[in-house]
Structures are given as structure tokens and as C-alpha cells.
């Protein structure tokens, strides 16, 4: 008999065992909300008068600087010659010049600082014509005279201006924002 309550109180022990395995786990218990910080407290405040600030003077507003001009030039090259002598522009101007090679042999538009060619301001494309190419380019900040030509052919010269310098007979002058028919 005993061996017989031995075996019930085992198995008793192993249901017991597997009822508080298979039982689901305590509810946990939520975290208490924080507590605030403590304030700090402050003695009251006296008032006190606001201080007076003097009114100042606004500066005047500076003058804008320029923008620079856009211009359009119209020159052509025939016969080995430019048809222009001398093209005068506003100094800093955003040229945009219409070249009109009607020539069947390569030619360019370029502006140097001296007729020595040495230091080169702008040098457009080479193309054979006959045909039209469109150069844009800044001209020179500085008021004075350039020299530009064709590099294919050197004996293709002129002046370019910025600025007032007084034009010789027969110079075109360029004016802000006119196209010229071609």
C-alpha cells in the first residue's frame, strides 16, 4: 500500500507540475508614472521701469549694383575682311554676337588685350561658311580699347571697345537689347 500512495503522490506531483508550467505568467504590474521634476522656487519680482532705448536713424539703402547689359552685335566676314572696323559695348556687357561667315573657308571672331595677340579675352569657334554661329561672351570690365581678328586669317582685324571711347567714323555701336536682322 504504501508503494501505492507513493506512486498516486507522484503523479499528483508531476500534474501539479506541469498545471503550474503550463499556467499563463502573473500579470506585470505597470511602472508608476514619473514624477515631475521639483521647481525651483523664485522670490517675487520687483517691477522695475523698462529702460528707454533712443530711436535710431535707419541707413539708407545702398544703390543696386548694375546689372550688366545684354547686347547684341551683328558682324559678318566676306572676302577675306571683316565688315566692321570697330564694335563698341558698355564695359562687363553680356554680348551675344551673330557672326555671319559668308565665305566658303574657315573663319573665328576673337578679342585679345593688345594687337600682339598674346593674352586672349575671348576666342570663338572656327567654322566654315557659308554659315551663322552665335558667340556669347562677357566683354572686359574695364573701359579701353581691344583688339580682335580672325586667327585663320591675322590680317582680319578691328577695334573693340568698352566703355566711352570716341569711335571713329563708320564704328557700329552696340545697343542694349537690340537684335539687328541678318
Known amino acids: 500500500m504504501v508503494s501505492r500512495a507513493f506512486g498516486l503522490t507522484s503523479v499528483f506531483l508531476m500534474l501539479l507540475i506541469m498545471l503550474i508550467g503550463c499556467a499563463p505568467p502573473p500579470a506585470a504590474t505597470p511602472p ?3 514624477k515631475p521634476p521639483a521647481t525651483p522656487t523664485t522670490p517675487a519680482a520687483t ?18 549694383t548694375p546689372a550688366a547689359q545684354a547686347i547684341s552685335i551683328y558682324i559678318s566676314a566676306e572676302n577675306i575682311a571683316f565688315d566692321q572696323k570697330e564694335i563698341v559695348v558698355p564695359p562687363g556687357a553680356r554680348v551675344t554676337m551673330i557672326f555671319n ?29 557659308p554659315k551663322v554661329m552665335e558667340y556669347k561672351f562677357t ?5 579701353g ?38
Open 32 to 34: 508608476a508614472p514619473p
Open 101 to 129: 561667315n559668308k565665305d566658303a573657308v574657315p573663319h573665328n571672331f576673337a578679342i585679345y588685350e593688345t594687337s600682339a595677340a598674346a593674352k586672349p579675352i575671348f576666342v570663338g569657334e572656327t567654322f566654315s561658311g
Open 139 to 143: 566683354a572686359p570690365s574695364s573701359a
Open 47 to 64: 517691477p522695475t521701469a523698462a529702460p528707454t532705448v533712443a530711436p535710431q536713424s535707419t541707413p539708407p539703402p545702398k544703390p543696386a
Open 145 to 182: 580699347a581691344y583688339f580682335f581678328r580672325c586667327d585663320v586669317h591675322p590680317t582680319m582685324t578691328g577695334r573693340f571697345v568698352t566703355g566711352q571711347v570716341p569711335a571713329p567714323p563708320g564704328a557700329a555701336t552696340a545697343t542694349p537689347g537690340t537684335a539687328y536682322d541678318y
